[in-house]
């Protein structure tokens, strides 16, 4: 019998997040305390779960829909559970194709699962029904320590047009009251292009700012915010989301003054090893991250299934 797919609720919510922090990895866990998870949870209206034979909420389910810049739907799966073997994790994914496979795509879809990481599917049971493995992401880490001699090499140059760095605090705040709303600015225009990067508000950046686990790392010139670091607090590891920068000042070294001003700051007061993730097909992220002494040390990669448009997922 196939397993229904139960989204989450405001009813369900608690019980939801007490699975998803179960089933996580420290990281994981680590980067649920840093945001608002169950309000995340509510706002992205993504998450799905199965129950057991006793109703047991017991498999986390995550299914996010858009549609890129070339016209294709794209719908992204993962799912994680307690009992994290190949063949019950994969018997649980094809129970959620199977809840999918009635859908008639309005146009070119690519269905693509995305594994826990650290876990796998049956390989073979997914290319059986079509599925390509493709490399998707890269994980990178810097040990623990110091900007050294060599690394952030366009940072001076930076410096030398009056480029200069803060870290953001109550003070800051005090003196340029629309800060959020400027972040929020430079946020969605940065990553406008960006098709994994959802569009952000003021009082969601003051959320993540209000987190202690969080830092901010702001580039200026004279009074205009240029670009925008953070850094999050993970227990064992500190991790480097995306940074981003006014397009006019690309170019200009401020990248590589923010992220060392960021390093720095964290070999200070920490002094752990910092890590980032990176789209595998942006060389530009990624050879910025080994400029700055990073090293990939891990590749993660999805499962892609494309249809055409008028057609349905067939699983045999």
């Given amino acids: 019998m196939i397993r ?25 866990r680590s980067y649920m305390k840093s945001i608002d998870f169950e309000a995340s949870i509510l706002r992205d209206k993504t998450d799905f779960f199965f ?16 549609v890129d810049r070339d016209g294709i739907a794209n719908v992204m799966i993962s799912v994680d559970m ?20 009635d859908e008639v795509a309005t146009k070119p879809t690519i269905y693509q699962v995305l594994p826990p990481e650290g876990l796998a599917f049956v390989a073979q049971d997914l290319q059986d029904t079509g599925f390509e493995k493709k490399i998707t992401n890269c994980r990178y880490a810097r040990p623990a320590g110091p900007a050294k001699p060599g690394e952030f090499p366009f940072a001076e140059r930076a410096r030398s047009k009056g480029y200069e760095t ?3 605090d109550d003070g800051f705040i005090k003196a340029v009251p629309d800060i959020f709303e400027r972040l929020t600015e430079l946020h969605n225009r940065g990553f406008a292009s960006w098709e994994t990067v959802t569009v952000t508000a003021p009082e969601r950046i ?24 953070v850094c999050t607090h993970l227990g064992q590891n500190v991790l480097s989301p995306r940074l981003v920068a006014n397009r006019k000042h690309w170019g200009s070294g401020v990248s590589d003054l923010v992220s060392r001003h960021l390093i720095n700051h964290v070999a200070a007061h920490w002094n752990l090893p910092v890590i980032a ?6 060389a530009a992220s990624w050879k910025a991250l080994e400029r700055f002494g990073f090293e990939r040390v891990h590749e993660t990669f999805r499962w892609d299934c494309s249809i055409p448009e008028g057609s349905q997922l067939q699983l045999g």
């Fill in 277 to 282: 993730y990176v789209d595998f097909r942006n």
């Fill in 206 to 229: 003051r959320t993540l700012y209000e987190n202690d686990a969080n830092t901010f790392f702001l580039a200026l010139l004279g009074d205009e915010i240029v670009a925008n670091a």
């Fill in 166 to 168: 803060v870290v953001l």
């Fill in 51 to 66: 129950e057991d034979e006793t109703d047991r909420m017991a498999t986390a389910i995550s299914i996010a829909r858009m």
């Fill in 4 to 28: 229904k797919l139960v989204p989450v609720t405001s009813d369900s919510v608690k019980r939801f997040a007490e699975l998803r922090w179960e089933i996580g990895n420290e990281e994981a």
């Fill in 82 to 101: 307690i009992e994290k073997d190949p063949k019950s994790m994969t018997a649980a994914l094809f129970d959620v194709l199977r809840c999918l496979q």
